[in-house]
């Protein structure tokens, strides 16, 4: 888990505004996951990548995007289109080939205001 | 597209008694089932998994039992302790992709 880092912890921004959230790991994992997480809701993918410069699209994808043009790094853009951005975002890596075990990031909060 | 149920959603237990969480799953193909732990502003973390070809599996006071017949999988948490407080998500997986997750369920142990 220390190999996955999050930033920023909280995030703050205007409504119409874009925003992105970094994710890196120096894990040498393979496959990297964003998921999103209401209260009550669990958690639900947004989007993950298996292999570098390919991704696909989770369950809730609209108004968002993201781009895998490095192994270790998987960033999130919430776009103005997301309408209801606020959340806790949460980013996991997977070691292809081993066992399915995803490990998970320590989060952003993001806050739309 | 798979679709996991998770029971209860609230659970308080006495510290030192059992705790137990059921999961049920719609896609017979599902062939990894994790448990994850989050505690309050934390990340989750996983406790435990099994795989379809187990029926159960232990590590020391945590077990996780399956029943591909039927489609479900339990947590199970014997003598509590107040550090077993947090929420408790379940997850079923096929093939090497994506994870999809319960709706997670709070756990209290009362001391």
């Known amino acids: 888990d220390g190999g996955i880092t999050q930033s920023p912890k909280y995030l703050f921004r205007k409504e119409g505004q874009n925003v992105t959230l970094s994710c890196e790991q120096n894990l040498n994992h393979d496959a990297m996951y964003w998921y999103r997480q209401d209260p009550g809701q669990g958690l639900r993918l947004i989007y993950y990548s298996q292999i570098v410069n390919d991704f696909q699209k989770g369950d809730i994808a609209e108004g968002y995007s993201v781009s895998r043009e490095k192994k270790e790094s998987f960033p999130l853009t919430v776009t103005s289109a997301q309408k209801n951005p606020t959340a806790f975002y949460l980013c996991?890596?997977?070691?292809?080939?081993?066992?399915?075990?995803?490990?998970f990031g320590p989060g952003t909060r993001l806050t739309v205001l | 597209g798979e679709n996991v149920e998770q029971h209860p959603s609230t659970l308080s237990v006495q510290e030192g008694d059992s705790a137990v969480i059921k999961c049920t799953y719609s896609?017979?193909?599902?062939?990894?089932f994790p448990w994850y732990k989050q505690e309050l502003g934390k990340r989750p973390q996983l406790i435990i998994d099994?795989?379809?070809?187990?029926g159960e599996k232990k590590d020391q006071r945590i077990a996780v039992t399956l029943n591909k017949t039927a489609k479900h999988f339990s947590l199970h948490i014997t003598e509590t302790q107040p550090e077993d407080s947090a929420v408790y998500f379940c997850a079923t997986c096929f093939g090497n992709e994506k994870l999809t997750f319960g709706t997670g369920t709070r756990l209290t142990i009362i001391p």
């Open positions: 996991a890596s997977r070691l292809a080939g081993e066992a399915d075990t995803q490990y």
């Open positions: 896609d017979s193909a599902s062939n990894y």
């Open positions: 099994i795989r379809s070809n187990v």
